[in-house]
């Protein structure tokens, strides 16, 4: 195009003018290449991959049976866990083995840098159902209120070089403990929210005893690469694996089989650079969830989600595949989410905020998504979901390409888009998405440059610019 437009130049123009045509042009194509690739994305995956750096260990090995550690599923190990860490901490790092065995565990398991907690085949860590095994507190985060709770079963605190690796299982033993709380937590839940809404100093949101906030199952709180590889995690009291404020996580070949109430399979909360890959998740709630803090607790930090990669996994979960939100108060971008198969869901995507949040959600790309089942929509939006303040601090969601999405049936529908006049929903491509049986097709309302290519619901081919629905329209299908 240069070349030619150059040949179309009189012989006598000045070089003043040849400069501004030279410099025009290439800034028409420096911006052509700019809003190609940020439309695409996908270009982007293999620098964050670059990014991500993998915890490497020194070759020493710390047995916990060394310890004191006797595989019988009676003897408390906790004692012998702990001390293996702490030598292969003060020694500079490697692997704490678990050998095969049952080993019960009164208390949390907290990581140092450096240290590896490896369970070989046929290791089980079995955890105490006692809450107060999980005493003293430790800073933590709740729903995205930071706090001092309960230990999460496996913790890390500022540390850099961790791991948990191998083919065994960690059992949570939550069925009968933590995850009877539910009922039980809704003054505390409340309480923690006010807390944060005001402004409370973390030091002075002492909960633990008396307070029903079940803790996480494992959460390296702000730390660096992090390495989550193989093992197995059932039973969990809460958010499954609840990476928060970390840097370089990355998640491989974990199968997740925990049912009970919000056993989100990962929560990735306020990180940079995570891979999440070759992963099953059966799960309670949200096969993964992205987050970044609640209401003014999430402003006050101000930390982003970004650089998220998902792919190969599968995903059968109670609620939805892949969420973003609603605690997403500190924003979230760059979500990629790639070769996945999801059973039977709720939503297979599903995006929500409310006016409490703020925040923005942007820049989200997904591809090569099988569902068999969506209960409610294969692909929704909220921008106000649960209101529950009843502020206004209206939140952004933009830059969303979803394709290549296949669903055998939606019980409701096939795409719930709806955002409000204050927070629209904008820039939003779905391409190539086929829902072989939905109830309703569409439901979209204020939305901003909302486009479908090649979606086909019920064998319909769907209009490139859906009307919108009407306010009286936003409501479920009848016999839902």
Request: glycine share 8%; aromatic share 8%.
């Amino acid at each position: 195009m240069l070349k030619a437009t150059l040949m179309n130049v009189p012989r006598k123009i000045s070089l003043y003018r040849l400069l501004i045509i030279l410099l025009f042009l290439g800034t028409m194509t420096a911006c052509g290449k700019l809003w190609q690739g940020g439309h695409t994305g996908w270009q982007q995956v293999p620098r964050i991959i670059e990014q991500i750096v993998v915890p490497q260990f020194p070759n020493r090995e710390y047995s916990i049976t060394d310890f004191g550690a006797v595989g019988d599923s009676l003897t408390n190990c906790h004692a012998a866990i702990r001390q293996a860490i702490q030598r292969c901490n003060a020694e500079g790092g490697g692997r704490v083995i678990v050998p095969a065995g049952v080993y019960l565990c009164n208390g949390p398991i907290h990581l140092k840098s450096n240290v590896n907690l490896h369970l070989t085949a046929g290791a089980r860590i079995v955890f105490s159902a006692n809450p107060d095994d999980y005493l003293p507190v430790v800073l933590t985060k709740w729903e995205g209120v930071e706090l001092f709770n309960y230990s999460p079963l496996i913790y890390a605190y500022q540390a850099t070089n961790i791991a948990i690796t191998g083919s065994g299982v960690l059992d949570g033993r939550a069925t009968n403990g933590f995850a009877t709380w539910k009922p039980k937590q809704q003054e505390s839940q409340k309480l923690l929210r006010d807390l944060g809404n005001q402004g409370m100093p973390i030091h002075e949101r002492v909960f633990g005893r008396g307070h029903y906030l079940r803790p996480s199952m494992i959460q390296p709180y702000s730390c660096k690469n992090v390495l989550i590889e193989g093992v197995t995690i059932i039973d969990s009291p809460f958010w499954v694996i609840h990476p928060t404020f970390c840097t370089n996580v990355t998640i491989r070949g974990v199968q997740v089989k925990s049912w009970n109430a919000n056993n989100d399979g990962c929560d990735p909360d306020g990180c940079v650079n995570v891979l999440i890959e070759k992963c099953v998740f059966n799960t309670g709630d949200d096969a993964v969830a992205i987050k970044s803090g609640r209401d003014q607790d999430g402003w006050r930090v101000g930390q982003a989600t970004e650089n998220v990669i998902i792919r190969k996994c599968v995903m059968n979960s109670k609620t939805n595949g892949l969420c973003i939100g609603s605690e997403m108060s500190g924003s979230v971008r760059n979500v990629f989410w790639e070769n996945c198969q999801m059973g039977e869901t709720s939503s297979a995507l599903y995006f929500k905020s409310n006016f409490d949040r703020g925040g923005v959600i942007e820049s989200v790309w997904a591809r090569d998504i099988t569902v068999r089942r969506a209960n409610y929509a294969v692909i929704r939006f909220e921008s106000n979901y649960k209101n529950e303040q009843n502020n206004f601090h209206p939140p952004k969601f933009r830059k969303f390409v979803i394709e290549d999405i296949r669903c055998q049936q939606s019980d409701a529908y096939g795409i719930y888009a709806v955002g409000t006049p204050e927070s629209k929903l904008e820039d939003v491509l779905l391409k190539n998405v086929i829902v072989e049986k939905a109830q309703k097709p569409l439901q979209i309302y204020q939305a901003s440059d909302f486009r479908l290519v090649n979606v086909r619901i019920n064998g319909e081919l769907q209009p490139t610019r859906p009307p919108m629905s009407e306010p009286a329209d936003l409501k479920l299908p009848t016999n839902w």
